[in-house]
């Protein structure tokens, strides 16, 4: 299935409980629609984190004619709680295919807040990303309350569950499948749809039973050493 | 156990949790803030004490009166942060109290950068606070480490009644790991009678305190620490050694750039060129023993510290171990900027070439 297809609506927002992997799926969505020929712009709009934000890879995504809209462009490693003004491009041009990558857990989710009343009038999905191995989620009802509290901040509905259940180096089938069903029990109890399951390639083939979507990714976020 | 995704500021909260953290004081700052924000939500439900002091002075003086009365503290912070405890450090060693102190370290100087440095070596090491003290000073390189060595630190802390730091980097505060929470060795640890927690029966109070007027009873006071120090330089070194034992070039790098120098290893090796990593786990006490033995081996040709700082921290406690038995070379970065893989490899080949 395609990226398009998979988040079929024109602004994709993507948050979840920080260190769900949040900013590789972003980055990672944000290629595949720009592949597939989308306008794409994706902006960072991390207020909580200072590494590992999707700024950091401004040339990947720019190489490929994604714009990138980020919360400090004068002072990219500055943790600065400023939101860009060109984010208003996404909401306002609906020849843009938009990627909003927001820092985690409710607070994270805050800065979507003063966007609600222009974003509830486009074709939006506020998309969860869970993360079974992330202590503080992986149960249903844990991950269910802070799916809940990101909508009570944001002031919009959630309609789609990803999968991102990951080791880093350490992912296994097992891994993801761990994942899958704790998606699947959120899914139930909710009502909202799991979206797709994330794996790096490698896995995808092992997969293919899985009743939702395999979103293949390859890994954009690597630490110094990888 | 299974293995758990973990932040690795996250991580050093709840491993001190584990470890009996009684009491958490500290102030915020990036990139360390995920530690009192998670010992705000977690202490409390775990029967400890948060508080968010008002400065990074009131929370290590917070730790003195706690680890006064006996209790578990902890304080953590960032460097320019570290720097306003100093003088809290100095006073905990001068009054015998056990501490656990977080670094987070940033760039430096001054206010410097958020992203990851190890300028703070030096200050961690050679005491930034007045006085002759040691503190011993425990640097991990994965989040792993970071969790185990954060709950063994207060063990070593209440064992020699002395601060502990734990120093990592931005980097590994910030990053995202697998870890798995292993049963930590329990010390055989003295009891706490010397806290001035209540008379519990005894005749007299329990007196705490760093100040000593009379110059001999000082002195004698400095000589008891002393002794303690040298106890702790038997006892407490670690390093580890990757690749060694036919190593021609030997890197020698702590924290993040010694993650970063085992990738190199692999690339070196994969070209024939013969590699190791010393890896200092203490900083203080420092492996120094076993790096001036390793370096006399014949088999080493030449050493290449790699440092998150300009100038060469450890650069000196290489160069003091090595003791001009081989050539020592230099790749240090600063304000935020890491070593990469590539120029790793890059000044390992240079290294071996200028002796070859």
Redesign the interface.
Known sequence: MSASAVCSHRISIVTGHYGTGKTEFAVNLALALAAEGASVMLADLDIVNPYFRSRERRDLLENVGIRLISSSQACSDADVPALPAELLAILENRDIRGVLDIGGDPVGARVLARFQPKIVQEDYQLIYVLNANRPEVRTAEAAIAYLRGIEATTGLVCSGIVNNTHLCGETTEEEIRKGAALAESVSRETNIPILCHVAEEKFVPALSDLPETVFPITIKMKKPWE | MA?????GNEAIAEAAIRAGCDCFFGYPI??QSEVPEYMSVHLPKAGGVFVQSESELAAINMVYGAAGAGMRAMTSSSSPGISLKQEGITYLAGAELPAVIINCMRGGPGLG????GQGDYFQATRGGGNGDYRTVVLAPSNVQETVDFVQEAFDIADMYRNPVMVLCD??IG?????IEWKPIPKRDLPPKDWAAGGRKGRADHNFITSIFLDAEECESHNDRLTAKYAEMEEKEVRWEEVQCEDAEVLITAYG?PA??A??ALETLRSEGIKAGLFRPITLWPFPEKALHALAGQEHIKAVLDVEMSTTGQMLDDVRLAVEGQKPISYLGHAG?V?P??EEMIESARKALKEVK
């Open positions: 293995k758990e995704l973990w932040k990036t990139p950068t958020i992203q990851p931005g980097l910030q990053m995202m790991e697998p993040t993650r970063i085992l990738t935020g890491m990469t893989v």
